[in-house]
């Protein structure tokens, strides 16, 4: 079993985080997109995590069942897919709903009056 911390960063950045980063991102922004639970970010999360260890392998001979790195490359994905989810719907409420919701930030929105929302 292959040491995820010693493992091949570059083979990381550019596979984990680049390629299929994108694809968490474009991921997180079509399931908020058309108002899917957050939980289904997860579950097609740890589906890319599996893709991402498949390519690993194909591309530099890493080892597909190596459960830390398939944590730890899952983790990033989730994280990036959470992160466009979030992202997308703040956009979509406070666009959507002007009369009802402002902007509160990068990552979150609030009545109009300026109360909480919960």
């Given at each position: 079993m292959v040491d995820p911390v010693t493992?091949?960063?570059w083979a990381f950045l550019g596979l984990t985080v680049v390629v299929f980063g994108g694809a968490?991102?474009?991921m997180g922004r079509a399931l908020a997109e058309t108002w899917r639970p957050f939980?289904?970010?997860i579950a097609y999360g740890f589906l890319l995590g599996v893709g991402d260890r498949l390519f690993h392998n194909f591309f530099f001979a890493g080892q597909v069942l190596d459960p830390l790195a398939y944590v730890r490359d899952t983790a990033v994905l989730i994280v990036i897919g959470a992160f466009a989810f979030r992202l997308t719907l703040v956009r979509k409420m406070t666009?959507?709903?002007p009369w009802l919701y402002v902007r509160s930030g990068l990552m979150?929105?609030?009545n109009i009056d300026g109360s909480s929302i919960g």
């Open positions: 493992e091949n960063w968490a991102f474009m939980w289904h970010t666009t959507q709903y979150g929105w609030k």
